[in-house]
Nanobody, 123 residues
Framework: QVQLVESGGGLVQAGGSLRLSCTAS????????MGWFRQAPGKEREGVSI????????HYATSVEGRFIISRDNAKNTLSLQMNSLKAQDTAIYYC????????????????WGQGTQVIVSS
């Protein structure tokens, strides 16, 4: 079965950086667009970033554009999110997911979610 495992979360001061990773198994990773989502306490889950199956195309939520960088290594079945200039409002649980339908740069059409990794940004 498809399994996604996120890692790399932690506590960081505002202005700092973190790098999240997601390791995928049980699917042909290189065939799928992938995405990062987050859910802050008391808020709905929101899309953060999407990357095409081949890594050529990337899409970001306005709130993170210019600060976060999504990447993937299809040889290692891994998805990454480099988060720079972190703000308190970036505090959330971050999830990776597999896109199975819809336009590549649309935050809908995702399934197979990981368990998430907690990011806490102290101000």
């Amino acid at each position: 079965q498809v399994q996604l495992v996120e890692s790399g979360g932690g506590l960081v001061q505002a202005g700092g950086s973190l790098r999240l990773s997601c390791t995928a198994s049980g699917l042909t990773f290189r065939n799928f667009h992938m995405g990062w989502f987050r859910q802050a306490p008391g808020k709905e889950r929101e899309g953060v970033s999407i990357i095409t199956y081949n890594g050529v195309g990337t899409h970001y939520a306005t709130s993170v554009e210019g600060r976060f960088i999504i990447s993937r290594d299809n040889a290692k079945n891994t998805l990454s999110l480099q988060m720079n200039s972190l703000k308190a409002q970036d505090t959330a649980i971050y999830y990776c997911a597999v896109k199975v339908s819809g336009a590549w740069n649309d935050f809908s059409g995702f399934t197979y979610w990981g368990q998430g990794t907690q990011v806490i940004v102290s101000s």
